[in-house]
């Protein structure tokens, strides 16, 4: 079993919708979680980060993290075109420590 | 967010010849570095951390031979894929970490091994 698990998409959208994307994870030590995104060829841009268990909004992104159910969720509001791509999520156990990465999260925002 | 900058972008090379990526932070000092791998439609693999001044710590499968890893300053780390192969043809992703855990990436090193 992974440490990190996440459906490999992909997700079909219209533009406008709002895009629910989650991940699952084992390790009870994790306790900073980030959202990436990704397009394709490019490297990873970070998007959130959250510490332990909570919500965090910024923009059009709102993270959330259960720690009690091991469960970790993006969502995009007004999703839009250029919101096309895959989006990773990661955790670790400690600050400056590597991250563990889901498989990611294939995002396709249809005009 | 920070800014992360990798030389070369593309890179072919000749089977048997060796290729240095660069990692640079632009805009902050980076103690730790980190390289990834990733094949088409894949996560990233870890391959190795790199702290500035010390030896880089390998992931397990990792050929830190094959895989020479230098961080000499707190914006530069360089991975050597030395004596390439075609199967070491990959995207390989630098990160870097902003104290005290947000990492940024790299804009990636497409690796073509003729």
């Known amino acids: 079993q992974k440490e990190v698990e996440q459906d490999p998409g992909p997700l079909s959208v219209p533009e406008g919708a709002i895009v629910s994307l989650n991940c699952t994870y084992s390790?009870?030590?994790?306790?900073?979680f980030m959202w990436y995104r990704q397009y394709s060829r490019k490297g990873p841009e970070l998007l959130m980060y959250t510490y332990s268990s909570g919500n965090k909004e910024d923009g059009r992104f709102t993270a959330q993290v259960d720690k009690s159910s091991k469960y970790i969720s993006l969502f995009i509001r007004d999703s839009q075109p250029s919101d096309s791509a895959t989006y990773l999520c990661?955790?670790?156990?400690?600050?400056?420590?590597?991250?563990?990465f889901g498989g990611g999260t294939r995002v396709l925002v249809k005009p | 967010g920070a800014v992360v900058s990798q030389h070369p972008s593309w890179v072919i090379c000749k089977s048997g010849t060796s290729v240095k990526i660069e990692c640079r932070s632009l805009d902050f000092q980076a103690t730790t570095m980190f390289w990834y791998r990733q094949f088409p439609k894949q996560s990233l693999m870890l391959m190795a951390t790199?702290?500035?001044?010390?030896?880089?710590?390998?992931e397990q499968g990792v050929e830190k031979d094959k895989f020479l890893i230098n961080h000499a300053s707190l914006t530069l780390s360089t991975l050597t894929v030395t004596s390439a192969h075609p199967e070491d043809s990959s995207f390989y992703i630098c990160?870097?970490?902003?104290?005290?855990?947000?990492?940024?990436f790299g804009p990636g090193t497409r690796l073509t091994v003729t």
């Open positions: 990661a955790s670790t156990p400690a600050a400056g420590n590597k991250l563990t």
């Open positions: 390790n009870s030590a994790f306790q900073y």
């Open positions: 990160s870097a970490l902003e104290f005290p855990y947000e990492q940024y």
């Open positions: 790199s702290n500035e001044g010390s030896k880089a710590t390998y």
